[in-house]
């Protein structure tokens, strides 16, 4: 991925409980990343959100198994993201409960690689 691409980021809304093919989702979807070579990807768990149900999850420190909302960021360039997209599209849609998915631009400042031990 390169700086002065047209870079996107992909956003996938979902529940900590979601699961795809017995898989929790966002695990499955981050593996699915790595395996396509994109640039990177991120799991976020929200401590209080609603979707289209309109029902309220929240964290509670004696709920540690709490369904909670989580969001997968993945970010590379235009072209490798809708490919994505189109990859996990079917299996967002199977899933028995909703979702949301946004793809917008995003200009990438710095984007370098640490140390590996």
Same mark, same amino acid.
């Given at each position: ?22 898989? +929790?989702?966002?695990? *499955?979807? $981050?593996?699915? &990343? =790595?395996?396509?070579? +994109?640039? #990177? &990807?991120? $799991?976020?768990? #929200? $401590?209080? #959100?609603? #979707?289209?149900?309109? $029902? ?14 989580? @969001? ?7 072209? *490798? ?19 949301? @998915?946004? +793809?917008?631009? @995003?200009?990438?400042?710095?984007? =370098? &690689?640490?140390?590996?031990?």
């Amino acid at each position: 991925m390169q700086n002065n691409k047209s870079n996107k980021i992909l956003r996938i809304f979902i529940s900590s409980t979601d699961r795809i093919s017995g898989q +929790l989702a966002y695990e *499955k979807i $981050v593996y699915m &990343a =790595k395996e396509n070579n +994109l640039a #990177g &990807a991120t $799991v976020f768990r #929200g $401590v209080l #959100g609603f #979707g289209a149900s309109s $029902v309220i999850h929240s964290s509670k420190f004696w709920e540690l198994t709490e369904k909670l909302p989580v @969001v997968i960021e993945i970010i590379d360039d235009k072209e *490798k993201t809708e490919a994505f997209y189109q990859q996990v599209e079917p299996l967002l849609n199977e899933m028995p409960k909703g979702c949301l @998915v946004t +793809l917008d631009p @995003v200009n990438i400042k710095l984007y =370098k &690689a640490g140390k590996n031990k």
